[in-house]
């Protein structure tokens, strides 16, 4: 039985939905030595890289939607730890570019590994992440992503449906 209450809202459902994926991608990580915020950068960078980007921090704060600030700590701290190096762009004095050392490229392996078995017990209700739910799930999630949302446009009636 769900502990979501009657006629919650789609709203409340999306924060329920990522705040539960974020504690359990956390805990997840944890023994790794990453949080989960940290994650979704050495993940992201580890996809990237494979590509043959090495991208400057803006690119990954825009990359993984968190903000370039935060990015930029996150960055430190990863480097900090020996997981990532930054260097300075050499076309362009601002920006930073970033890239995984070998040992941020083994922990992210082994992060995605743990975070791809969560990603499993999440669909599960789907019929697994290759059932045509998930991908339809997916579809779905991408489309939300995609929505304008601007806090600052909002019309009596919208602001009433949240």
Known sequence: MSKVPEGATPG????????KWRVAVDRAVAPLGLTHAQYSLV????GMQRSGLRPSQRRLADHTGLEALYVSKLARGLESAGLVERTRDPDDPRAV??????????TAREAIGVVRGLLRQLLTPLGGP????????T????????????????????????
């Open 43 to 46: 993940a992201s960078l580890h």
């Open 97 to 106: 570019r970033v890239a995984l050392t070998e040992q941020g490229r083994e």
């Open 12 to 19: 409340f459902l999306v924060w329920r939905l990522s705040t």
């Open 130 to 137: 290759d059932s045509p739910r998930a991908r339809e799930f």
């Open 139 to 162: 579809r779905d999630l991408t489309a939300l992503l995609d929505a304008p949302l601007d806090p600052f446009d909002l019309t009596d009636h919208e602001t009433e449906q949240s």
